[in-house]
């Protein structure tokens, strides 16, 4: 079993800047998939980032540019979001996938209002 806990949330003002981490309790993070999903009130859960094993990172359209996915180690990856709007708004969760195994942390709260 592996945990997963975000951590970085909070409330920011349009434009600003914020950085999600993401500790697993195993080092996971050199053969997992990883992915950064949010779920704003009334929608469905969304992917907004997510690196393979490999490296290579992919992004929603709309986050392209202004959010980056990174990899700090095996046990911890990090999304950095600037020029943020209130539609960024949501709970952000990190998620850990290979094969059959799916891992989900209980999610950090990004609120982007003025």
């Known amino acids: 079993q592996v945990q997963l806990v975000e951590s970085g949330g909070g409330l920011v003002q349009p434009g600003g800047s914020l950085r999600l981490s993401c500790s697993a309790s195993?080092?996971?993070?050199?053969?997992?998939?990883m992915n950064w999903y949010r779920q704003a009130p009334g929608k469905q859960r969304e992917l907004v980032a997510g690196m393979t094993s490999g490296g290579r990172a992919n992004y929603a359209d709309s986050v392209k540019g202004r959010f980056t996915i990174s990899r700090d180690n095996a046990k911890k990856i990090d999304l950095e979001m600037s020029s943020l709007k209130p539609e960024d708004t949501a709970v952000y969760y990190c998620?850990?996938?290979?094969?059959?195994?799916?891992?989900w942390g209980q999610g950090t709260q990004v609120t982007v209002s003025s």
């Open positions: 998620n850990a996938k290979l094969l059959t195994w799916d891992y």
């Open positions: 195993r080092s996971i993070f050199s053969t997992y998939g």
